[in-house]
């Protein structure tokens, strides 16, 4: 989802921000093909990172923003992440990283960072070549595509 509202925004930055210090550089904040979307696309020499945001303006209940990303927004990153690697020809290995953001509302000041570095791995599977819900083998940290 394309991002409008001033949290969503403050806390992507802070994303991007976050993942600038550790060396990696921004390929593409929301990219999209079709209805697939990656809040940020960041690479260094080794790999490249697809990362979901998470920005609140509160921990609702002790509830960490990155705790809101569920089994089927996995899914939706991990079909996003095939859709990217198919369109951009990449053989880096890949990462899945969630980012979560708390923001002061009043202030715009961000209370509460944290980025959770491969936040979760795909399996590997056997797809068939040229759609994007189901694109080909899955290459992840090193591994070769078939």
């Known amino acids: 989802m394309f991002v ?3 949290i969503g925004i403050k806390g992507e930055e802070e994303a991007a921000k976050m993942l600038e210090k550790k060396g990696y550089i921004i390929l593409a904040h929301n990219w999209r093909l079709g209805h697939w979307e990656i809040d940020l696309i960041a690479e260094n020499k080794q790999e490249i990172v697809f990362a979901e945001v998470k920005a609140r303006t509160t ?3 002790n509830i960490r923003p990155e705790e809101y990303v569920d089994e089927a927004k996995k899914k939706r990153m991990i079909t996003s992440g ?3 690697v198919r369109h951009n020809k990449t053989n880096k290995a890949l990462r899945f990283d969630i980012i979560g953001i708390v923001v002061d509302p009043q202030t715009m000041e ?3 960072r944290t980025h959770i570095e491969n936040a979760f791995q ?3 599977r056997a797809i068939t070549n040229g759609s994007h819900s189901a ?3 899955w290459g992840h940290k090193g591994t070769k595509r078939r």
Do not use: C, E, I
């Open 110 to 112: 961000v209370t509460y």
């Open 135 to 137: 694109a080909w083998l």
């Open 122 to 124: 795909p399996s590997t």
């Open 59 to 61: 921990m609702f209940g």
């Open 82 to 84: 095939n859709a990217f």
């Open 4 to 6: 409008t509202d001033p």
